[in-house]
């Protein structure tokens, strides 16, 4: 078993999975028109798109 | 409240206990409380022109400014909640100024002191665990059936064999996923199940069969853990404490 903290380095998409679906929603006075399911999807596009970017590159194995 | 600034609202926490926050927040602001009543809201104030509608939305889409509002974030949460308990906010709610956020804390007492009451003394736990890819072909090329005469053939039949050796190999891992996952839930007094993460993400070559996480009372977290080292037939990454931003809800898990 490998132990990670979060004070440690933290891979962002273990971030991501807490704080991107996780915390009380609640609906502020800056209405984000990112609803929960939006938001999610926008990141994680963001996330997958930006990693394919960076493995292309010589990615063999992928 | 100055003007040109927003209340950034990272957690709800008990009053009692340490004021200002040391870390700085999303905005590189210094974090302080607002309190009303027993609750206390862990706020920032940040600027509004970074932090609207549309500066917010920009940001989300951008990876680089999404990572460094994540990890701000957490770690204003997280300072919170080594003290007193806390429930963390969702990422990026945001209030006109503090009179709307002690409005919330009214308004909605009973809900939060409810999960407060839920976690406190608890920390969240996860728990991905991952299996070596199917196996190769050629490391199980001795035991094919051998017709050598017919190439073509062997080498159809050596690529069945593969694809259900592969299958079966899939289906032992996501048995044993549950296995694991059951036997985590009984040390752990809720549990949720993320969805399992691309290997491109998770920046390992094997593949992932579990991507949990537990809200573990603090006098558990040993037998927990000795569950989490007796998982059977997967390497088992566990991360935390973690505030317990899965389970700051009332839904029951």
Redesign the interface.
């Known amino acids: 078993m490998t132990l990670v903290r979060p004070d440690d380095e933290l891979s962002l998409v273990d971030l991501l999975d807490r704080l991107l679906a996780g915390g009380v929603m609640i609906t502020g006075d800056i209405t984000i028109s990112l609803a929960d399911v939006d938001l999610v999807h926008v990141s994680l596009r963001a996330l997958i798109s930006s990693v394919q970017t960076l493995l292309e590159p010589g990615s063999a194995d992928a | 409240m100055t003007p040109g600034t927003?209340t950034y609202?990272y957690a709800?926490r008990t009053a009692t206990g340490p004021g200002a926050s040391s870390v700085p927040g999303v905005d590189g602001e210094r974090p302080r409380l607002v309190v009303e009543g027993e609750l206390a809201a862990v706020v920032g104030s940040v600027d509004a022109s970074r932090?609207?509608?549309e500066a917010?939305?920009r940001d989300?889409?951008?990876?680089g400014r999404?990572?460094s509002l994540?990890?701000a974030?957490?770690a204003v949460v997280?300072e919170a909640a080594r003290t007193q308990p806390t429930?963390?906010?969702?990422?990026?709610?945001?209030?006109?100024d503090d009179d709307?956020v002690r409005h919330?804390l009214t308004d909605?007492a009973a809900e939060?002191t409810a999960?407060l009451e839920r976690i406190e003394g608890r920390w969240?736990w996860?728990v991905k665990a991952y299996v070596k890819p199917t196996t190769r072909p050629e490391e199980h090329e001795a035991g094919s059936p051998s017709t050598s005469d017919r190439p073509g053939t062997s080498y159809l039949l050596r690529r069945r064999a593969d694809r259900d050796r592969g299958e079966r190999e899939r289906e032992r891992a996501r048995t044993a996923a549950d296995d694991l996952h059951r036997t985590l839930r009984t040390h752990a007094a809720a549990g949720r199940l993320?969805p399992l993460?691309?290997?491109?993400?998770?920046?390992r070559?094997e593949e992932m069969v579990l991507?949990a996480?537990y809200l573990v009372d603090a006098g558990k977290e040993d037998g927990f853990?000795s569950a989490?080292?007796s998982?059977d037939g997967a390497?088992?990454?566990?991360?935390?404490?973690?505030p317990p931003?899965?389970?700051?809800?009332l839904e029951s898990t």
């Open positions: 927003l609202l709800v932090f609207d509608e917010l939305a989300l889409e951008d990876l999404l990572e994540a990890r974030h957490h997280a429930a963390p906010i969702r990422l990026a709610t945001l209030y006109r709307a919330l909605r939060f999960i969240e996860g993320f993460q691309d290997a491109r993400l998770s920046g070559s991507n996480t853990r989490v080292d998982a390497a088992v990454e566990l991360t935390g404490p973690w931003f899965s389970f700051a809800s």
